[in-house]
């Protein structure tokens, strides 16, 4: 298993860090030990990915502001990174686990994360940042629940229960990545699954007559999926830490990396439900299931699992469209959500980024604004911190689409602090897009079909959209984000498609602030893994 010895030095480095989060907000501590184990997700043995044994790996249960001590122990054969698709890392993008802002494991080594949830309530989840390690496990739901004195919309549920969904290969994740390195895109997925299992194989139960609340990611590699529950109506109540306007929903679109949360009262008669999950926007369409169990259940499933939607665009347009922010109620904190007037304020940039699927020396790879970004030989946080020069240059992708040929860089854009961008992301391709900004929140202003010009913003919701910080975009289609660089840090904006992003539909956006102060950014952990060019520097503090 290796030497999981941690020195006193790192302990002492943890312990700085946790001091300059917080000396007050509660500690959670978790110790994870990441390794091989078999799985059955759809019948046959697979080897994948657990954490303490478990696929998909151990819930995290958190409340607004609490500081979390996760202990990673590396027992694979290979490098191994932990992200935390939704969490903010509020001024400590040290923490955020993914190849640009963190060295990866060793195996037989081991990483203490030191995190906060600070400002943040709602759904999200965790998951192996490295390669296609993806494909074979190691996620997990993140919950952050809102602190006791502050009001939540809803009544409290009788329940919470998480779902894991996604697309599933019964490929070794190194065959994946073979295929990916081999210039050609994955193949058709097998199967669907839900919480690590294929068709009924999970079951949910619930006693006739009480509310719960379903918290839904989409945790899958390549495809949209849609969510229904046989019989039974889903309120939304919360979109990646957004309380929502609670409409009613029959199904519901979940695209790539993005998380929901519905409440479903048991108000049918006593029996089994379907809960199906079904992928959109295929030619082929794949379904699975698991069981919503009455306690009192006098019979089985009845009928075919209920049908949705398939390849219907419009209809997934404007279920989007209808995902307002509820103004009145408290977010993490007890102000109103409607308090902070997003669309009164005056944008200080425009970012346009197009995704392409160009070839480059003769293997298939995925570009915004031209580049695919291939990683640099050390971790883009750590030259920055260390003044490594030749791993990046600022600027080296540009603002706008240049209908050029594509080429390999390691692209980092330059971003002010305390900006407040106008981000439209464009899909000239006929596939569904999805896209994830590390380390803030959107909203979501407007998307539409065609090409974006400046008079598209005459459609901008400037009122009541969400908030969140994972967005699809639809083919020959934009999306419109206005977003607050409030964060300093190195972030990572990614394709949710996860061979895309392997492929290089990614790239850092490096907020900087002049001020150099620990007020708007955490300083450098002392635990920090150091490799590449930063191998063998000294950390100090100043």
Known sequence: ???????????????????CISGEDPYRFYTWNVTYGYI?????????????????????????????????FNSLDEPFLISWNGVQQRRNSWQDGVHGTNCPIPPGQNFTYVLQVKDQIGSYFYFPSLGMHKAAGGFGGFKIASRSVIPVPFPPPAGDFTILAGDWFKRNHTDLRAILDGGTDLPFPHGLLINGRGSNGYTFTVDQGKTYRFRISNVGLTTSLNFRIQGHKMLLV?????????????????????????????????QDYNIVISTRFTTQVLTTTSILHYSNSAGSVSGPPPGGPTTQIDWSLEQARSLRRNLTASGPRPNPQGSYHYGLINTTRTIRLQSTAPIINSKQRYAVNSVSFIPADTPLKLADHFNISGAFSLGSIPDNPTGGGAYLQTSVMAADFRGYAEIVFENPEQTVQSWHIDGHNFFVVGMDGGQWTPASRLSYNLRDTISRCTVQVYPKSWTAVYMPLDNVGMWNVRSENWPRQYLGQ?????????????????????????????????????
């Open 506 to 542: 990614q790239f850092y956006l490096r907020v900087y602030s002049l001020a150099n102060s620990w007020r708007d950014e955490y300083p450098i952990p002392g635990n920090a893994l150091l490799c590449g060019r930063a191998a063998g520097r000294q950390i100090r503090h100043i």
């Open 238 to 270: 919360e979109v990646e830490g957004t309380h929502t306007l609670q409409n009613t929903y029959d199904s519901l679109d979940i695209h790539l990396g993005q998380s929901y949360s519905v409440l479903v009262t048991a108000d049918q008669p006593a």
């Open 40 to 72: 059955y997700p759809l019948g046959e043995k697979q080897q994948g990915i657990l954490i303490n044994g478990q696929f998909p790996g151990p819930q995290i249960e958190s409340v607004t502001n609490d500081n979390l001590i996760i202990n990673v």
């Open 1 to 19: 298993m290796g030497d999981h010895r941690i020195s006193i030095w790192s302990f002492m480095g943890v312990a700085l860090l946790v001091t």
